[in-house]
């Protein structure tokens, strides 16, 4: 257990479905990420959520929408996906540096979904 | 951006072997994390480590920040330890994750 669970664990959608993944932090932190890892690819980042507020979008295809209603929550709103968006999805949190106290990036892991998109 | 490489990309080990990996970052970093992915696609943190050298049990993990390198040690491997390390390394929160090593234990 890290302290970070993902909802559903496994999901299989057609192309014109919606859906949505969930995450939620039990570690207090302030900070949440959503990560895509597909079949024999490096982990890419998608989304940073920093105090509830997105950082960073790294040139991620409309069809994810990313929401984070507060600091414990982040979803992945997910419509007309194509074949190749099928992939494990991971949810991070981790502790930022606030008012200049030290605080490192160290990022804790959920257990992820396995989205298929047929 | 910040590039990360390891290698090997795949190791076979008798039960009972040492093994090192590395990893290489092409640019300064100020966080740096081994994990190790199990089967079921869990990342299990190992070390979080931008500097310096930390051991837990059979595995040890030293991070050269100046020469751009951390090195993660397994020792005595178990057949548990097989699945895949990652690092990943950042400047600020964007970790950028290399390709993995993927270790193969066998009994």
């Known amino acids: 257990e890290t302290g970070v669970t993902q909802t559903p664990r496994h999901l299989v959608m057609g192309m014109t479905n919606k859906k949505s993944l969930k995450c939620e932090q039990h570690?207090?932190?302030?900070?949440m990420y959503w990560y895509k890892q597909s079949a024999k690819k490096p982990l890419e980042l998608m989304f940073v959520?920093?105090?509830?507020?997105?950082?960073e979008n790294n040139s991620v295809p409309s069809r994810f929408s990313p929401e984070c209603p507060n600091s414990s929550h982040l979803f992945l709103h997910l419509h007309t996906l194509q074949p190749e968006d099928s992939a494990l999805y991971l949810c991070?949190?981790?502790?930022?540096?606030?008012?200049?106290?030290?605080?490192?990036?160290?990022?804790?892991f959920g257990p992820g979904t396995r989205l298929t998109v047929t | 951006g910040i590039q990360v490489e390891q290698s090997p990309p795949d190791l076979i080990l008798q039960e009972g072997a040492n093994s090192t990996l590395r990893c290489n970052f092409s640019?300064?970093?100020?966080?740096l994390q081994w994990f190790h992915q199990n089967p079921w696609g869990q990342l299990i943190n190992l070390f979080y480590?931008?500097?310096g050298t930390k051991q837990n049990g059979r595995l040890s993990a030293t991070t050269v920040a100046t020469e751009r390198y951390s090195l993660l040690y397994i020792s005595s491997s178990q057949t548990t330890d097989s699945g895949v390390y990652f690092c990943?390394?950042?400047?600020?929160?964007?970790?950028?994750f290399g390709p993995g090593t993927r270790l193969s234990v066998l009994p």
């Open positions: 480590i931008p500097s």
């Open positions: 570690l207090g932190h302030n900070a």
């Open positions: 959520y920093s105090l509830e507020e997105r950082v």
């Open positions: 640019d300064s970093v100020n966080n």
């Open positions: 990943a390394a950042s400047y600020g929160q964007n970790f950028v």
């Open positions: 991070a949190s981790s502790q930022h540096p606030l008012g200049g106290v030290k605080s490192s990036y160290e990022q804790y």
